[in-house]
């Protein structure tokens, strides 16, 4: 069955306030004065074509931009129109409607979700904006609920969900948001204040993709085939010829996204904010294929310095022919062309192979719960002190790890319930508070701060949004002595292997955000050390727990280098061959490891002992994915179903070694969340 898309984009109603005549905006290329008058006639023309041309559209996507600078007066301008062409029968019902908001869409505040549901009509589908507003089991329960429940129904759409399932069509449609971290109050940068306007999407809302994919293959392996369409604002990729310096172009997590979206049957991806429009084939994220991307053009930019017309993209898909699109872009010329004329081109879908072979069911919905309820019954309030203990079933102390480990846990598993909604603030400030007297963190018998302690803490502030305190404890940690050292390697505490992988995954999530030159500069210190310390010989590469040191090798710290080296490619893109040869044969090296044993470690720092323990098969697990195992290995299904094992599911909580270290609950659930992403199969 045919279907026929109307792709819409940065219409821009609105003006700038207090401009001289006849200045012109270099982002958008537009004379400021009297805007909203000349993009009005430009919207008017759409409005024609779409009264006129006598063409009815199953779905519209509006990829964001629909208002200037945050001016919602003229949205409802833009309201009327639509819903006066749905009542004309020229567009589909509000069902088959997208919306995702641009960064032009949202305002600097709390409200900036609000304001856009406000002014845009409640029943269109949009993305999730307010990603806290609901907890994550109680969200996934209702996504279940609704597919589970309309099973036999030819269309799934509802405006608290953000997809469309058409069956007679065979197309599924789903909008992400892209600007949860557009528009943010100040924060202090380099001693600066800037608005961050970063362009990403939550690794949550990735989540919830996954696990919608997931439940539709459960329920019927007939939705494998349908046409799958991603929807955003921002661009996945540069793919123009003119350089454009901002300090976020694309996604921030753009590598992620396009993995993500390629792994589970994604072809087509449908965008905007670039104003040039355009067609592409992106096969940068996975060897198992690639997206087709459509960048829509501008319908009301006066001025187009990129020497394109306003205009939109017309797409038409036939389930018949699954492997490819037509498509058209329609310019706004004026109202007496003949838009009949304008022929379509054929574009070849990419054949996404699937990147696994089977997947494992694991109830982390039940497991979060559990958890949650472990974490909510052994919360410890002394006076002004409040956390948990690093033995997750105890509550005889506050301490700072088991305090920063509950933090991230309860924001994994249950950041919107009552009880953590409640005591969040206290909790935080709570920790804080424990700060040793050089601001850093460390364990209660340490007098002074570590590295480590204060790296989960960072982490822990991060997560839960705390920026004051996370911006804090990162310039505290970058005043160790060890860190500020141009020579990382030495023969104490910060030549451990884990130390430095750790502290590099720690910085490099600053700089994702921040860009700061100050960090990048020792996070390229500490990629040096790590890619100069390694082992090698016919066996392949390995770390050992010390940097430069001829001591055994050690599979948990040679997958935590793994994983840091990673995360730096992944950023920062470089063409290193010596870094290409050493993943592949330190993924070697773990592919020929047997016995993942359980490590215990005492590292020195100051003549104080920090004892961690490093569960070798999580991380084992996170490693080999992250290295890309070709298939689906069986040792990381082996090592899953290890995992699963230690689960005591009468206390709610992972077990090893006859002990509940609250660590040990934390890394058995990341690397089963990074499995799950792996394994997803649509």
Not at 301 to 319: A, C, H, M, P, T
Request: charged share 25%; proline share 1%.
């Amino acid at each position: 069955m045919k279907s026929r898309i109307l792709h819409l984009s940065d219409i821009h109603l609105g003006n700038d306030i207090g401009i001289t005549d006849y200045e012109i905006d270099d982002k958008l290329g537009v004379f400021r004065n009297n805007l909203m008058e000349s993009k009005q006639n430009y919207f008017d023309i759409l409005l024609d074509y779409l009264s006129n041309a006598g063409i009815t559209y199953d779905f519209v996507v509006i990829s964001g931009d629909i208002v200037h600078r945050g001016q919602y007066d003229y949205s409802s301008y833009f309201n009327t129109c639509i819903l006066k062409l749905i009542e004309l029968k020229r567009l589909p019902n509000r069902n088959h409607i997208i919306i995702v908001p641009g960064n032009h869409d949202i305002v600097e505040g709390n409200d900036k979700w609000k304001i856009f549901e406000q002014y845009l009509d409640i029943q269109f589908v949009k993305p999730i904006m307010k990603l806290n507003s609901i907890s994550r089991n109680e969200y996934l329960q209702k996504v279940n609920n609704l597919l589970r429940k309309r099973k036999r129904s030819k269309f799934i759409s509802n405006s608290d969900f953000p997809f469309i399932i058409d069956k007679n069509k065979k197309i599924i449609l789903y909008a992400f948001n892209s600007c949860s971290l557009c528009q943010m109050n100040n924060v202090i940068i380099d001693g600066k204040s800037e608005k961050l306007d970063l362009p990403r999407i939550d690794n949550l809302e990735l989540d919830y993709f996954i696990y919608t994919m997931k439940s539709l293959k459960e329920i019927d392996n007939e939705y494998n085939d349908y046409l799958k369409i991603a929807v955003f604002h921002h661009h996945i990729s540069s793919f123009t010829e003119f350089e454009e310096i901002k300090s976020f172009e694309t996604l921030s997590n753009a590598g992620i996204v396009k993995k993500t979206l390629i792994e589970n049957g994604v072809k087509l991806v449908l965008h905007g904010h670039k104003h040039y429009p355009n067609i592409y084939l992106d096969t940068t994220a996975s060897k198992k294929g690639g997206l087709t991307v459509v960048s829509g053009g501008s319908i009301c930019e006066i001025i187009n310095r990129k020497g394109v017309k306003q205009g939109f993209f017309d797409l038409l898909y036939d389930s018949k022919s699954p492997n490819e699109i037509n498509q058209r872009y329609i310019e706004l010329i004026n109202s007496k062309r003949n838009y009949d004329r304008v022929p379509y081109e054929k574009i070849e879908l990419p054949q996404n192979k699937s990147y696994i072979k089977k997947s494992k069911k694991i109830d982390v919905a039940n497991i979060n719960r559990l958890i949650l309820n472990v974490l909510e019954k052994n919360f410890v309030k002394n006076n002004n002190i409040c956390g948990w203990d690093k033995k997750i079933l105890d509550k005889k102390t506050v301490g700072i790890l088991g305090t920063a480990f509950g933090i991230i846990l309860m924001e994994m598993t249950g950041g919107n319930s009552k009880f953590y909604i409640e005591n969040k603030t206290s909790i935080i400030n709570s920790l804080h508070h424990q700060r040793k007297t050089d601001g850093g963190f460390g364990v209660l018998f340490q007098s002074e701060s570590s590295i480590i302690a204060t790296c989960w803490v960072a982490q822990a502030f991060k997560i839960s949004e705390a920026w004051d305190y996370y911006l804090k404890t990162i310039n505290v940690l970058l005043e160790f002595e060890e860190i500020k050292s141009e020579e990382i390697i030495s023969e104490s505490y910060e030549s451990n292997t884990f130390t430095v992988a750790f502290l590099m995954r720690v910085l490099l999530d600053y700089y994702m955000i921040f860009q700061n030159n100050h960090v990048k500069s020792t996070i390229d210190v500490l990629y040096k050390s790590l890619k100069d310390g390694y082992l090698e010989d016919s066996q392949g590469i390995r770390w050992a727990k010390n940097l430069k040191n001829d001591e055994e090798e050690s599979i948990p710290h040679t997958c935590h280098a793994c994983i840091a080296l990673i995360q730096y490619q992944e950023i920062f893109k470089r063409n290193d061959e010596e870094l290409f040869h050493i993943l592949k044969y330190a993924k070697k090296w773990l592919l020929d490891r047997q016995d993942m044993v359980f490590v215990v470690e005492r590292i020195r720092h100051n003549g104080m002992e920090v004892v961690y323990e490093h569960n070798t098969i999580t991380w084992y697990i996170i490693a080999l994915i992250k290295l890309g195992v070709s298939e689906f290995e069986e040792k990381v299904i082996k090592n899953v179903d290890s995992i699963m094992n230690k689960f005591d599911w009468e206390k709610g909580v992972w077990k090893y070694n006859d002990s509940y270290n609250i660590w040990e609950t934390y890394d058995s659930l990341i690397a089963l969340r990074e499995y799950i992403i792996f394994s997803a199969k649509y």
